[in-house]
């Protein structure tokens, strides 16, 4: 059976992505592998071995273009209301916190915030399907 392991996006400067997602997410780094183009850095947590891989192209100045096919990466937080203040409080840009109900039920509690290149994360409330 397949095991999601990580996903990756692209930076334009790997210094402020690393930062941002340690404020955000507490995401350390567990790894850099630095090559002649470019560099890797795999940012990890003790919630879960899904890791983000962070992808630096040497030279490139020029911010990415996300498309429209990009939707958006999720972590799940024990108490929502809280990190919606933490991460407002850390200087960091949060949407509102919304309420997405399904056929008469409370499915998710839910903001967007977004990385420094314009990746949207979604932090959702732990509960149902979301843990």
Not at 31 to 41: I, N, P, Q, R, S
Not at 91 to 111: C, N, S, Y
Request: proline share 2%.
């Amino acid at each position: 059976m397949a095991k999601a392991i990580h996903m990756m996006v692209r930076v334009l400067d790997l210094e402020r992505s690393i930062d941002f997602y340690r404020r955000a997410f507490s995401l350390k780094v567990a790894d850099h592998l630095d090559f002649d183009g470019f560099a890797l850095v795999y940012l990890a947590n003790e919630e879960t071995p899904f890791e983000v891989e962070l992808t630096l192209n040497k030279g490139r100045e020029e911010p990415y273009r996300l498309g429209d096919g990009y939707g958006h990466v999720a972590f799940s937080v024990d108490d929502l209301d809280a990190e919606h203040a933490r991460l407002k409080e850390a200087g960091i840009a949060v949407g509102d916190v919304k309420a997405m109900q399904h056929e008469d039920r409370d499915l998710a509690r839910f903001f967007f915030v977004q990385d420094p290149d314009g990746y949207k994360i979604e932090v959702l409330q732990r509960q149902g399907r979301y843990r």
